[in-house]
């Protein structure tokens, strides 16, 4: 990989740095977790000062204090509420070590010590993996492995009371590994991800991997495929388009493939329409979406799943030059349909759509594309909570779950079919972009004309942290779906079940 890119492979380090002396030089903080209906050892409260046993009786999530050799952080899990009228958006067991422990373990990571230890005592699977991977993201910082890759400054050990508990930190790692990843392309600086650089990035993380198979197309290839839209979207940036598709095999040769699609604008500066600077400072995320899928994929490569998938990755900068795309403009998309260009700043959808075409020609299982879209859907549902449309209502009860087992959440939204007429064009079959309220529907719709009639599902989704927050220490790439996705995999790896 170019020296470039820095070095992703840093982003787990539960592979090594799990087992083992963590020193007795310097100081040592000990991290205690103690599963649901498990009580305290009575060695470690007592320990407590007497101030904080009531503290500590009392289930409080959090209470730490030192012991004159180490500092002790006692984490408590608490009972998971039975009907809460939070629904989708109540903490599973996973959510709630993940983030109980990720919150704790990244302050304690910020102060000066020579050591960790972690301990899990309970029973549940679930919590110790979501533990392990609350830690495995706050430990991710940017600057900590990119350009150059540095060494942990300090040990961690981690034990727990389950006996399959090295399955389920290797588990945990290649989920951690995934959603950090996704955060890391959306972190890279836009004067290094550009479009040829991203797709060779891809090509050289999962060129080695079992199973898969990496394919790119440039401009040139776009143009012979009738890739029309992808091709005016990126043809005034210095550097040309590119599709990847990444294909794995796993599974039967029958089986259909679970198809993915992602948004790949390494920077939006809106085009002609071109956005205001404000608008314009973040827009080197506008990628999170294929970071998504891409995190996606690299789960799927590391955990080898008995399926069948296909990773297709739209990638392009929407710049202004002299060969940009106009707004009355009329493009020929894939599959034949003449678009009306209305507005230059509504290109993501305009590369989606060529790609979902191609994703679905072979009909896969089903197609779910993954895209920081609209700012409507932000206005809607704010920036954490992702929209979710979907064609399917058992592709969407099925996402849905795994949604709120993760810890991933997101809403679903309407696909309102009156809303399809806001789209209708004088001079071509359908206008790119609408005026108006509504703006995250009539995206939808607009991509539901590309899905050939697989099942599908969108996600609009921010793709970023504006601040450091929970497990995440600076503002940044969040990893948003990845870790719904993988788990969504997972269970249809077990069920076999078409939706």
Known sequence: ????????????????????????????????????????????????????????????????????????????????????????????????????????????????????????????????VGLCVGMEMARYHFKKVWPQKKENPFKVSLKSSIKNDKTLIEKASKLGEAVNFARYLVDLPPNVLQPKNYADLLKNVFRNKAKTKVTTWNMQRLKKEKMGLHVAVGQAASQEPHLVHIQYRNGG???????????????DAGGLD??????????????????????????????????????????????????????????????????????????????MADALTLATEKKPQLVIDIATLTGAIKHGLGGNTPGLFSNSDNLAESLLKTGQKRGDVFWRMPLVPEEKLRLRSDVADLVNATNGYGGAITAALFLEHFVNGVPWAHFDIYAWVDSATGVYGASGGSGQIVQAMTLFLEEQEKNQIEL
């Open 1 to 128: 990989m170019s020296e470039n890119f820095g070095s992703y492979d840093q982003l787990s380090w539960l592979k090594s740095k799990t087992q083992g002396s963590t020193g007795k030089q310097g100081p040592h903080v000990k991290v205690i977790v103690i599963g649901r209906e498990q009580k305290v050892p009575s060695s470690l409260s007592q320990s407590a000062p007497s101030h904080l046993k009531e503290k500590i009786k009392s289930k409080s999530s959090v209470v730490s204090w030192n012991d004159n050799k180490n500092d002790i952080w006692l984490l408590q899990m608490k009972t998971v509420e039975a009907n809460s009228h939070y629904g989708l958006f109540a903490a599973s067991p996973y959510t709630m070590a993940r983030d109980l422990v990720g919150t704790c373990f990244r302050q304690i990571i910020s102060t000066p010590l020579k050591s960790v230890s972690v301990e899990y005592i309970g029973e549940s699977e679930e919590e110790f």
């Open 253 to 267: 040769k029958s089986q259909k493939p679970y198809a993915f699609v992602g948004k790949g604008i390494t920077f």
């Open 274 to 351: 071109i956005k205001p600077s404000q608008g314009m400072r973040l827009m080197k995320k506008d990628m999170g979406g294929s970071a998504s899928v891409a995190g996606t994929a690299l789960w799927v490569a590391n955990a080898q799943p008995k399926i069948n998938c296909d990773f297709y990755f739209a990638i392009a900068e929407n710049a202004v030059g002299t060969e940009s795309f106009r707004p009355s403009d009329v493009i020929t998309a894939r599959n034949g349909l003449s678009v009306e260009i209305h507005n230059t700043d509504a290109e993501g959808r305009l590369v």
